[in-house]
């Protein structure tokens, strides 16, 4: 086994600045965890497009020790022994070492530990389980971790299944990281993980929400989604996938798309694993909704992947007229780039160059008719409601009825919006349409109201 190389590892300066203060004040400062094994990983030659991981401390100090030693602190868990000092614009947790008392696999009742060692031995996995203490170079790999991530395998720290029973949630890290590394699951851990399986429902939404954004910026999120549903976990928060995982071809398709759309785009990620999900615009937008009402996404969110699975089709294409696309634009918004991220996200999962190749001319063109700034919506009209209440229609929905039939006429010729055209226009259709009639209240006379009398 070659051994860990620190000098290879390289924090921000703002990392050691936070480490030596501890030192200097007498003391232990060690970064553990995700950082160590992400520079691990990369040390070895395994993944190389990792996000840059957050370069956090742990230590023998306690919150009150951290908070007087740093000006600049933010007491983000000290109940927990959690407290981030901020130097400039970024910030370092600082955690006090640690031993868990109680816990119901949901929350801990933690207690501060005074070594490195008590803290390591509560951790999930070993490979999250190696520490690197800066000021003297050493690092404390008690449970063999690094020999683990050279041999791509997944161990639980100790016992596995007391591991889990201490917090169901490391169930699902488990698969992330077993799905992000490509590591295979020792046995006893894989067992110990599908036993645990039930547990996932008492665990909050906002960690499992949590849990699967993470999933989906990993560079490839299908490893991760596959092992989900080979254990029975989707059916604890995820059921609308469940009958999706159940057809083969299908599940394929849409963990390809997922891996396909930008690894920095999430809401395109959802909704491009939701789509697969039904047929029709309303089961798609009804499954999402669902689940990510169940996850407790922000409202903004939620609304908005339910746009675009709703929006998903149907769409445009490139020998659509030019009115066509300013219609399609008008009719979906600002989604509208989003959306050729998903079409091109499930060309490119079913192996369609030629299908990529169309949806590239065909995003050209729609590109080409935004770049002329077309009136596609209401705000964009020349004409606006007051305009249709002064030549004499009565407040109501005929009003907006009336600028929706001039926006149509405008997106098909955008030469046409103009004000006085359109007052000319909307005169017209007031007139062979009645709408003035529709638009009067009962009890108000037929004359007087401005508007030229029709001869019939």
């Known amino acids: ?209 949590e849990e699967l954004l993470k999933v989906m910026a990993d560079p490839k999120p299908s490893a991760t989604l596959e092992l989900y549903a080979a254990c029975g976990a989707l059916g604890h928060w995820y059921p609308e996938l469940v009958g999706l995982a159940a057809d083969g071809d299908a599940w394929r398709s849409a963990l390809g798309a997922v891996d396909a759309a930008p690894a920095h785009a999430a809401n395109v990620r959802l909704a491009s694993l939701l789509v697969a999900s039904s047929e029709t615009p309303e089961g798609r937008a009804e499954a999402a909704a669902s689940l990510l009402s169940r996850l407790k996404f922000s409202n903004a969110d939620r609304r908005y992947v339910t746009r675009l699975t709703r929006l998903y089709l149907p769409f445009v294409g490139a020998l659509d007229s030019a009115a066509e696309h300013r219609r399609w634009l008008s009719s979906v918004g600002d989604a509208w780039a989003d959306l050729f991220e998903l079409h091109f996200a499930v060309a490119r999962a079913a192996g369609e160059p030629r299908a990529e190749r169309y949806l590239a001319a065909t995003l050209e063109r729609v590109r080409e008719e935004r770049e002329g700034d077309p009136p596609l919506d209401l705000a964009a009209l020349a004409v606006k409601g007051d305009d249709l209440l002064a030549l004499g229609m009565a407040p109501g929905p005929i009003v907006r009825l009336l600028l929706e039939e001039l926006l149509e006429q405008v997106i098909e010729d955008p030469a046409r919006n103009e004000r006085e055209p359109l007052l000319k226009e909307a005169r017209r259709l007031i007139e062979i349409g009645s709408l003035a009639e529709a638009s009067r209240p009962r009890d108000a006379p037929a004359a007087g109201n401005g508007l030229p009398a029709t001869d019939d």
């Open 1 to 209: 086994m070659s051994a860990i190389d620190p000098g290879r590892f390289s924090p921000p300066p703002g990392f050691f600045r936070t480490a030596e203060r501890l030192e200097a004040a007498g003391f232990e400062a060690w970064a553990v965890g995700g950082s160590i094994r992400d520079a691990y990983v990369v040390q070895i030659g395994g993944v190389t497009d990792l996000p840059e991981p957050d370069w956090d401390l742990t230590t023998d100090a306690r919150p009150d020790d951290v908070m007087r030693l740093f000006p600049r602190t933010v007491p983000v868990g000290v109940s927990h022994g959690t407290v981030t000092v901020l130097d400039g614009d970024d910030g370092y947790e600082v955690t006090t070492f640690r031993r868990d008392v109680e816990t119901d696999g949901r929350h801990a009742r933690v207690a501060f530990a005074d070594s490195i060692g008590e803290d390591l031995s509560r951790r999930d996995f070993t490979a999250n389980a190696i520490a690197w203490r800066p000021a003297s170079g050493e690092v404390r790999d008690d449970w063999d971790g690094a020999e683990d991530i050279e041999d791509g395998i997944l161990r639980a720290v100790g016992e596995p299944e007391a591991r889990f029973r201490e917090d169901y949630l490391r169930v699902l890290r488990g698969f992330r990281f077993a799905g992000r590394f490509e590591w295979a699951i020792e046995a006893r851990t894989d067992e110990a993980m599908r036993e645990a399986v039930d547990g996932l429902s008492g665990l909050s939404a906002e960690r499992v929400r």
